[in-house]
């Protein structure tokens, strides 16, 4: 992979982590969640807190991503954005709730500038960019049937404000900034995106690692293929919530785990799946 290469000159001033990315990174290499530990990974220290199930969540998609040298992720404003900036792949900081907007041009640009190559684009964002403040270019980017998969980081709140409440936390909860509980039901968001276009929906957590690695897989290469897919992933916060950090895969087992997929959607898996092994990387 020549664009992974270091220039000539610069061998001996790279940092390590930067010369162990390009000696041993999953760039090309077609990894997925069950070869953790077998490479340098995209993300593996962050200032997240002890027991996030974001920051774990994150580490899975990462090492799910079926072309990480060939990816773009979007994010925004979120528990997300305090990690992206370590992360070892091309990433934009989007506007908060902008992210599927931002995302839909990037898609179109890169598929134009690199006709012949799969560019990959996901978005990465919590429940307050994605349902909240985000909802509308989130719902267009499906009604348009753009090309990208959405993958929301779901821990039921504004956990990197203070705990306000989102539309995805529970009906009568109390969180910090909702002192009398939750007054609606949280927001089914996986049932809305199969009426909005998605050709791929899935609910997972990081409780079932290689069930959310395999998920993350699939919804990105339906989206090169057919249309939009959203994977909605629950990921407990122990700091808003207020149970020991432990506790965070105990908790995030506490979700429903399930898959959706258009005709067409299951015909493209079965026939990648199925089939020798691939990169996919280009055409």
Same mark, same amino acid.
């Given at each position: 992979?020549?664009?992974?290469?270091?220039?000539?000159?610069? +061998?001996?001033?790279?940092?390590?982590?930067?010369?162990?990315?390009?000696?041993?990174?999953?760039?090309?290499?077609?990894?997925?969640?069950?070869?953790?530990?077998?490479?340098?990974?995209?993300?593996?220290?962050?200032?997240?807190?002890?027991?996030?199930?974001?920051?774990?969540?994150?580490?899975? @998609?990462?090492?799910?991503?079926?072309?990480?040298?060939?990816?773009?992720?979007?994010?925004?404003?979120?528990?997300?954005?305090?990690?992206?900036?370590?992360?070892?792949?091309?990433?934009?900081?989007?506007?908060?709730?902008?992210?599927?907007?931002?995302?839909?041009?990037?898609?179109?640009?890169?598929?134009?500038?690199?006709?012949?190559?799969?560019?990959?684009?996901?978005?990465?964002?919590?429940?307050?960019?994605?349902?909240? @403040?985000?909802?509308?270019?989130?719902?267009?980017?499906?009604?348009?049937? +753009?090309?990208?998969?959405?993958?929301?980081?779901?821990? +039921?709140?504004?956990?990197?404000?203070?705990?306000?409440?989102?539309?995805?936390?529970?009906?009568?909860?109390?969180?910090? =900034?909702?002192?009398?509980?939750?007054?609606?039901?949280? @927001?089914?968001?996986?049932?809305?995106?199969?009426?909005?276009?998605?050709?791929?929906?899935?609910?997972?957590?990081?409780?079932?690692?290689?069930?959310?690695?395999? =998920?993350?897989?699939?919804?990105?290469?339906?989206?090169?293929?057919?249309?939009?897919?959203?994977?909605?992933?629950?990921?407990?916060?122990?700091?808003?919530?207020?149970?020991?950090?432990? +506790?965070?895969?105990?908790?995030?087992?506490?979700?429903?785990?399930?898959?959706?997929?258009?005709?067409?959607?299951?015909?493209?898996?079965?026939? @990648?799946?199925?089939?020798?092994?691939?990169?996919?990387?280009?055409?």
């Amino acid at each position: 992979m020549e664009a992974l290469k270091i220039s000539p000159g610069f +061998e001996k001033i790279m940092p390590q982590e930067y010369l162990d990315l390009v000696e041993d990174g999953p760039y090309g290499r077609g990894l997925t969640v069950k070869d953790l530990g077998t490479f340098k990974e995209l993300i593996e220290e962050h200032p997240l807190c002890a027991g996030c199930g974001l920051g774990l969540s994150i580490r899975l @998609i990462l090492a799910s991503l079926p072309n990480p040298e060939n990816t773009v992720i979007v994010g925004t404003t979120g528990c997300n954005s305090i990690l992206m900036p370590q992360v070892a792949i091309h990433n934009v900081h989007a506007l908060f709730g902008n992210q599927n907007a931002v995302a839909s041009g990037l898609k179109r640009a890169l598929r134009i500038r690199y006709p012949n190559t799969h560019k990959d684009v996901v978005v990465i964002a919590g429940d307050g960019a994605v349902v909240d @403040i985000g909802l509308a270019p989130t719902m267009h980017s499906w009604f348009r049937r +753009e090309q990208f998969t959405t993958i929301m980081l779901d821990n +039921e709140g504004y956990s990197n404000t203070g705990g306000q409440e989102s539309g995805m936390t529970r009906q009568g909860v109390v969180v910090n =900034m909702a002192p009398v509980g939750k007054k609606f039901p949280k @927001i089914p968001l996986h049932e809305v995106a199969k009426v909005a276009g998605c050709a791929y929906v899935a609910t997972a957590t990081p409780a079932r690692a290689r069930r959310l690695g395999q =998920m993350a897989r699939r919804a990105i290469l339906v989206a090169r293929e057919i249309g939009p897919t959203y994977v909605q992933i629950f990921c407990p916060c122990s700091t808003n919530y207020k149970f020991p950090p432990a +506790e965070t895969l105990t908790r995030a087992k506490e979700t429903e785990i399930t898959e959706y997929m258009i005709p067409e959607a299951k015909e493209l898996i079965e026939r @990648i799946e199925k089939g020798p092994k691939s990169r996919g990387g280009e055409e």
